[in-house]
T-cell receptor, first 114, second 113 residues
Framework: SQQGEEDPQALSIQEGENATMNCSYK?????LQWYRQNSGRGLVHLIL?????REKHSGRLRVTLDTSKKSSSLLITASRAADTASYFC??????????????FGQGTTLQVKP | ETGVTQSPTHLIKTRGQQVTLRCSSQ?????VSWYQQALGQGPQFIFQ???????GRGNFPPRFSGLQFPNYSSELNVNALELDDSALYLC????????????FGPGTRLLVL
């Protein structure tokens, strides 16, 4: 079963626009991570935000975390055609027995049109 | 590139057969996790190996088993293949078992006919 839900399931924007994806989860977490996947291949790690952090930046990426609402958002600014991919949030749940077991959402498919 | 490699890249098997998938972890990493990703879904955790021992398991039947070797590489074995086992199998390596970034390989796409 999936821990989280991503919203929207699909997003189509023009190059240069900003893209925002949201993720909700169910249990308390150690951290939340965002990954990108191109064409059903391997996952590329984008950013990790810990449960005691509220916002984090990496280049054109901005991630927020609201543990009271059990939600996170990923903002990609000034999008490029190369950002076209599926984006997944993954949580490392507290009480997972020290496994580092990641629980993934269903993903958001982003299309950036040139 | 993450330094995590998987083989083979693609595989076709028939129902009832057995399959072994392989993963080499990134240099210096001692933990390997395996995930199954069905088409259009997010990855689902199968199990994790740390120091050659299983260190947590998801909701998968015992016909999914694994090994980790002294060089931290790993195998995923699936017996009595079913049609629903068709998926992308991903391995991820990390330095410790909890709360750290996992680095994923390119995956093995398995088709069961």
């Amino acid at each position: 079963s999936q821990q989280g839900e991503e919203d929207p399931q699909a997003l189509s924007i023009q190059e240069g626009e900003n893209a925002t994806m949201n993720c909700s989860y169910k249990t308390s977490i150690n951290n939340l991570q965002w990954y990108r996947q191109n064409s059903g291949r391997g996952l590329v790690h984008l950013i990790l935000i810990r449960s005691n952090e509220r916002e984090k930046h990496s280049g054109r990426l901005r991630v927020t975390l609201d543990t009271s609402k059990k939600s996170s958002s990923l903002l990609i600014t000034a999008s490029r055609a190369a950002d076209t991919a599926s984006y997944f949030c993954a949580t490392d749940a507290k009480g997972s027995g020290n496994t580092g077991k990641l629980i993934f959402g269903q993903g958001t498919t982003l299309q950036v049109k040139p | 590139e993450t330094g995590v490699t998987q083989s083979p890249t693609h595989l076709i098997k028939t129902r009832g057969q057995q399959v072994t998938l392989r993963c080499s972890s990134q240099s210096g990493h001692n933990t390997v996790s395996w995930y199954q990703q069905a088409l259009g879904q997010g990855p689902q955790f199968i199990f994790q190996y740390y120091r050659e021992e299983e260190n947590g398991r998801g909701n998968f039947p015992p016909r999914f088993s694994g090994l980790q070797f002294p060089n931290y590489s790993s195998e995923l074995n699936v017996n009595a293949l079913e049609l629903d086992d068709s998926a992308l199998y991903l391995c991820a390596s990390s330095l410790v078992g909890t709360g750290e970034t996992q680095y994923f390989g390119p995956g093995t796409r398995l088709l069961v006919l």
